[in-house]
């Protein structure tokens, strides 16, 4: 069955240091993944998405993830992390092309950053 | 766009009522998508329609909840009898069929007293 991991429930992070978000997922052929970001009482917005080709992928707000096959992860990372980046973050795989509204959440991962 | 746009933002019912969550999805998308938010399951997906059809239903808990979608715009989560277990986050998404993204409304929280 298909699934994703996100090792850390809660991560706190000091303004202006590196963030390094941990996704895991387990599905049978190449997934469709995603990053999506929830601020306190709003929707979800997508950050970024890995399809196929170069498996750096940028995405909005400074965000970038690393898609490793060998590994089955998809981490989601920023180089200096600013106080409006607290909010919780989402892994998700889609099966397929077809429905790629079609999502498996991880259990998020809650951001905390401080001054 | 206005993007997916989901009303009410906040119920507050008592447990037996009848419990109508609505959503308009994107103008152009053909695919919408339920999704509900709990502490304890975290995000899990309800139904899906495809060019208004329901495609998977698999997800919904009871057959106290049902979902229709009677035109392109407009789609509806119904919960009757409601019960407290019911309360969560209910959100609604759309995208295009075979579109790289999905648009995700703000939500409607509900609370089952």
């Known amino acids: 069955a298909q699934s994703v991991t996100q090792p850390d429930i809660h991560i706190t992070v000091s303004e202006g240091a590196s963030l390094e978000l941990r996704c895991n997922y387990s599905?049978?052929?190449?997934?469709?993944l995603f990053w999506y970001v929830q601020s306190p009482g709003q929707g979800l917005q997508l950050l970024l998405k890995y399809f196929s080709g170069d498996t750096l992928v940028q995405g909005i707000k400074g965000f970038e993830a690393e898609f490793k096959r060998s590994q089955s992860s998809f981490n989601l990372r920023k180089p200096s992390v600013h106080w409006s980046d607290a909010a919780e973050y989402f892994c998700?795989?889609?099966?397929?092309?077809?429905?790629?509204?079609?999502?498996?959440f991880g259990q998020g991962t809650t951001l905390q950053v401080k001054p | 766009d206005a993007g997916v746009i989901q009303s009410p933002r906040h119920e507050v019912t008592e447990m037996g009522q009848e419990v109508t969550l609505r959503c308009k999805p994107i103008s152009g998308h053909n695919s919408l998508f339920w999704y509900r938010q709990t502490m304890m399951r975290g995000l899990e997906l309800l139904i899906y329609?495809?060019?208004?059809?329901?495609?998977?239903d698999s997800g919904m808990p009871e057959d106290r909840f049902s979902a229709k979608m009677p035109n392109a715009s407009f789609s509806t989560l119904k919960i009757q009898p409601s019960e407290p277990r019911d309360s969560a986050v209910y959100f609604c998404?759309?995208?295009?069929?075979?579109?790289?993204?999905?648009?995700f409304g703000q939500g409607t929280r509900l609370t089952v007293v």
């Open positions: 998404a759309s995208s295009t069929l075979g579109g790289t993204e999905a648009f």
């Open positions: 998700a795989v889609a099966p397929g092309s077809s429905n790629t509204g079609k999502l498996i």
């Open positions: 599905y049978g052929a190449t997934p469709y």
């Open positions: 329609f495809n060019n208004n059809v329901p495609i998977d």
